[in-house]
């Protein structure tokens, strides 16, 4: 639970350009880059299925960094949503993409696309709540109605954990009063 979410923002893991032949950091290396306290990984990335450098060198979808657009890769097809903060310090989530212009009319100060939308304006995606989603690692966010913002995350696809369903990661955010995630 981060209490002030005007310290929740959105880092990129690579620095200037995103390129094929810069592969993105690992989140703990972002970590101390950051001077960061926690993190967690956000957003769909470049995977071609392979363990080659260039997976997760650039972003699928929008990403806003510090009220700066610094990724827009279109509507991507199989990314369901968005979810970042706004000037006003509210988690903001669409359950469809958002295009550059479509969040700055939303003052989006940091987020980026992936999905699905767990929880919107309090009502929980039945869709996605009912739906066979399967055992894997997931990561989501979340904020309260007091501002207070929610990071889960579930390893998953090891012997120890098998991860987690979208209906495991709804279940959370709402034992936690998660309005939004």
Do not use: H
């Not at 989501?140 to 109605?145: L, V």
């Amino acid at each position: 639970i981060i209490r002030d979410p005007s310290q929740v923002y959105m880092a990129t893991s690579t620095p200037g350009a995103f390129s094929t032949n810069i592969p993105g950091t690992r989140i703990t290396e972002q970590i101390e880059t950051e001077g960061a306290i926690a993190a967690i990984n956000a957003g769909a990335f470049f995977d071609n299925g392979t363990s080659d450098s260039t997976v997760g060198s650039y972003p699928l979808g929008l990403v806003v960094s510090n009220g700066n657009t610094v990724w827009e890769a279109g509507k991507q097809p199989g990314l369901e949503g968005f979810a970042g903060f706004n000037t006003d310090n509210i988690l903001v989530v669409s359950k469809t993409n958002l295009s550059q212009s479509e969040a700055e009319k939303l003052n989006i100060r940091d987020g980026c696309c992936f999905g699905p939308v767990l929880i919107m304006n309090g009502q929980v995606n039945e869709k996605v709540y009912n739906g066979n989603s399967g055992w894997n690692p997931r990561t989501a966010i979340g904020q309260r109605a007091d501002g207070a913002v929610i990071f889960v995350c579930i390893d998953g696809r090891q012997a120890n954990s098998l991860g987690g369903t979208y209906r495991d990661v709804i279940n959370i955010m709402q034992e936690y009063g998660a309005v939004n995630a």
